[in-house]
């Protein structure tokens, strides 16, 4: 089975970078896919193809608009749904998919730090795996998808 994972979350890190490196060199047999991650395209897409807007507020709500229809059909999709919390940014496009995922009864991994511990509570309660790396979330795709758990033999 080729599994399909969403990864949604914080665009300033690496991290997809590395659970991508980590998903290939562990043989998974997974697909990852996520939202746009260049800053300004996924600010600006609705106005780059639906007109300019003079508001602010419609400016922004035609670009989210847009990059819903991705969003919902990708997390639609999706086996598992990954969300990283960064450090950086509150990332409340983050908290949303997390919420949409778990209404969706999709399998949810949540990545953070321990300072984000309590303000992510419930997202963390709807989680079937709270992380704190991208090695982690390896681990855990790679115990999924095969069965296999790193230093055990059957």
């Known amino acids: 089975m080729n599994w399909t994972v969403y990864l949604s979350g914080e665009i300033h890190t690496d991290w997809r970078d590395q659970i991508e490196s ?67 940014y509150k990332q409340w496009n983050a908290a949303f998919d997390a919420g949409y995922a778990s209404a969706l009864g999709k399998p949810l991994i949540v990545m953070h730090q321990d300072e984000h511990a309590h303000a992510l509570k419930e997202v963390d309660a709807a989680a079937l795996a709270v992380t704190k790396t991208p090695d982690q979330v390896v681990e855990i795709l790679r115990y999924v998808t095969n069965g296999k758990l790193a230093g055990y033999t059957d």
């Open 22 to 88: 980590g998903v290939r060199k562990a043989g998974l047999t997974v697909t990852l896919t996520g939202p746009v991650t260049h800053h300004e395209a996924s600010d600006d897409c609705g106005v780059a193809i639906l007109g300019a807007e003079a508001d602010k507020f419609w400016h922004d709500h035609k670009g989210a608009q847009i990059n819903a229809i991705r969003t919902r059909s990708l997390l639609a999709e999706a086996d598992i749904v990954v969300v990283r919390f960064g450090e950086k």
